[in-house]
C-alpha cells in the first residue's frame, strides 16, 4: 500500500511569511495528491488537489507543487494571515491500484500576528 | 444541503460496551469512509465502501465492522470497545476516489 510522510509536524511563522510544507509518498503510481485544512475542532476541508498530469496549481494564496520523479509534493501558503493556523494534511491516491487516500500524519501550522 | 452528518457527536463507554456510529450523506456519493483520528497519527482509514453493499478493509479495521445497506447511509460499528478504541471518528464521502472527500462533524468516543 501507500506510505505519505510528510513535514514538519509543527510549523510557526509570522504574520505576513510564506510556509512551506512537505511530503513524499511511495507508490509511484499514484495520480491524485488533495491537501486537506482541519481547523480546531472542526471537520477536515479539502483546500488544493493536485494530479500526475501537472505540476504546478495556484489558487490565490495557496499553491501545490508536484515532483513524480522524487515522489514529492509540497503546499505553499504565501502572506499568511492568522486564520490559517490549522492543521494541514496532505494525501495521495493511486486511482488505478490501491482505490483509497493514504493521509499524512498532519502539519499543525500556526501564524503569529 | 446538510452535506454528511455523523451521529452522535460525543459518547463515552464502559469496555466491552457496543454501539453504532451513523453517517448519512445526502449528495449521492458512491464512496464513503470511516477514519479515527488520533494525536500526532493523522487520518486512518478503517473501513471504506465503493458502493452500496460493498465494503472493504482499510488501514486498521480490527475491532470494528461496517455495513452500508442503503446508498446515503455507513454504519461503524463497535461489537466489544477497548480503551484503544478512545478516539475521534470522521466519516467522508465522495463521488468518486480521486476527487473531494465531504467530512461529518466527527464523533468524538472514549472508551473506560
Known amino acids: 500500500g501507500e506510505n505519505v510522510e510528510q513535514h514538519p509536524s509543527t510549523l510557526s511563522v509570522q504574520e505576513g511569511d510564506s510556509a512551506v510544507i512537505k511530503c513524499t509518498y511511495s507508490d509511484s503510481a499514484s495520480n491524485y495528491f488533495p491537501w486537506y485544512k482541519q481547523e480546531l475542532g472542526k471537520r477536515p476541508q479539502l483546500i488544493i488537489d493536485?494530479?500526475?498530469?501537472?505540476g504546478e496549481k495556484k489558487d490565490q494564496r495557496i499553491a501545490v507543487t508536484l515532483n513524480k520523479t522524487a515522489k514529492h509534493f509540497s503546499l505553499h501558503i504565501t502572506e499568511t494571515q492568522p486564520e490559517d493556523s490549522a492543521v494541514y494534511f496532505c494525501a495521495a491516491l493511486n486511482s488505478g491500484g490501491y482505490q483509497k487516500v493514504t493521509f499524512g500524519t498532519g502539519t499543525k501550522l500556526q501564524v503569529i500576528p | 444541503n446538510a452535506g454528511v452528518t455523523q451521529t452522535p457527536k460525543f459518547r463515552v463507554l464502559k469496555t466491552g460496551q457496543s454501539m453504532t456510529l451513523l453517517c448519512a450523506q445526502d449528495?449521492?456519493?458512491?464512496?464513503m469512509y470511516w477514519y479515527r483520528q488520533d494525536p500526532g497519527m493523522g487520518l486512518r482509514l478503517i473501513h471504506y465502501s465503493v458502493g452500496e453493499g460493498t465494503t472493504a478493509k482499510g488501514e486498521v479495521p480490527d475491532g470494528y465492522n461496517v455495513s452500508r445497506l442503503k446508498k446515503q447511509n455507513f454504519l461503524l460499528g463497535l461489537e466489544s470497545a477497548a480503551p484503544s478504541q478512545t478516539s475521534v471518528y470522521f466519516c467522508?464521502?465522495?463521488?468518486?476516489?480521486?476527487?473531494?472527500?465531504?467530512f461529518g462533524q466527527g464523533t468524538r468516543l472514549t472508551v473506560v
Open positions: 467522508a464521502s465522495s463521488a468518486d476516489m480521486n476527487t473531494e472527500a465531504f
Open positions: 493536485i494530479r500526475s498530469n501537472v
Open positions: 449528495m449521492n456519493h458512491e464512496y
